[in-house]
């Protein structure tokens, strides 16, 4: 009898290990379960985390790219509207010394009588040349022209002609300006280089540099002094730049700066040759 309640109990503690067994199973195995599920999650969590940081990393990049763009866009803004002025400025500078040229050349010579067979002579080239310096274009041209056809081969005919030349350029008639000037023959230095200054301004502004920079070299060369031969020089430098060719730029430029002092410092001229050097290499 005590035998078998010794088995029993037995029995009884094995039954009980048993399911004890079963149960600390039971129970770590949902417990690692769980662990695995949390892991699962918190590693789900940190790849949303990562692409988040990803997307912010690419719109960042995006944000300085489009600045970066902006910018290029402001800068290439900004050195076009130089340029502009650059070309303005040239334009009025050839307008001053085309005006103290022709004050000096022409209108210093004649005498103010009502009587003078000069004057009377010389009516519609001073009508025109009043016309053109009040900027009444239209009727500056129709003055001019009349001069031209009627006085062609005189001194006073090629002024004309020459003041013709640049009333068609105030209209942005290139061609027709290139027709005159061209044609404009005289004596006088002086005239006869801003006459191919003149030349290479409408080449320039249709868009022919390399024509632009044969005139501008020619009227620097024909008439040299201080003034107008480092203005055309630059002007060639800058046609130069237009055609890629910085070597030739960077000559012109390094030219104005030993011989012209006085202009290069006006203009700057350290700047461009900053300029070519950095394009060049």
Do not use: W
Not at 7 to 26: D, E, G, K, P, Q
Not at 69 to 74: A, I, L, T, V
Not at 101 to 122: A, G, H, M, R
Not at 228 to 236: D, I, N, Q, S, V
């Amino acid at each position: 009898m005590k035998k078998k309640s010794n088995s029993l109990n037995r029995s009884v503690l094995f039954l009980f290990y048993f399911l004890y067994c079963l149960f600390f199973n039971t129970s770590f195995s949902q417990s690692k379960n769980e662990q695995i599920d949390k892991l699962k999650m918190d590693l789900d969590s940190s790849k949303n985390q990562q692409i988040k940081l990803v997307e912010q990393i690419l719109e960042l990049n995006q944000i300085i790219f489009t600045n970066q763009e902006n910018y290029k866009k402001e800068v290439a803004t900004f050195e076009f509207t130089i340029k502009q002025l650059e070309s303005k400025l040239m334009v009025l500078q050839n307008e001053l010394d085309f005006l103290k040229s022709l004050e000096k050349y022409s209108l210093n010579s004649f005498t103010f009588n009502e009587n003078s067979d000069s004057v009377k002579s010389n009516a519609p080239f001073l009508l025109g040349l009043k016309l053109a310096s009040i900027d009444s274009t239209n009727l500056a041209i129709e003055e001019l022209t009349n001069v031209v056809k009627k006085q062609n081969g005189t001194s006073d005919g090629e002024i004309a002609q020459f003041i013709l030349g640049r009333q068609y350029m105030d209209k942005g008639e290139f061609t027709k300006a290139l027709l005159e000037l061209v044609n404009v023959h005289t004596n006088n230095a002086e005239i006869s280089s801003m006459c191919l200054g003149l030349q290479g301004d409408c080449h320039s502004e249709m868009k022919d540099y390399k024509k632009a920079f044969e005139k501008y070299l020619e009227a620097a060369h024909m008439f040299e002094n201080e003034l107008t031969t480092p203005m055309y020089l630059f002007k060639a430098a800058l046609c130069a730049e237009k055609v890629k060719d910085f070597n030739t730029a960077f000559a012109y430029y390094s030219k104005i700066k030993d011989s012209y002092t006085k202009f290069a410092i006006q203009k700057g001229i350290d700047n461009y040759i900053a300029r070519v050097l950095k394009l060049k290499n």
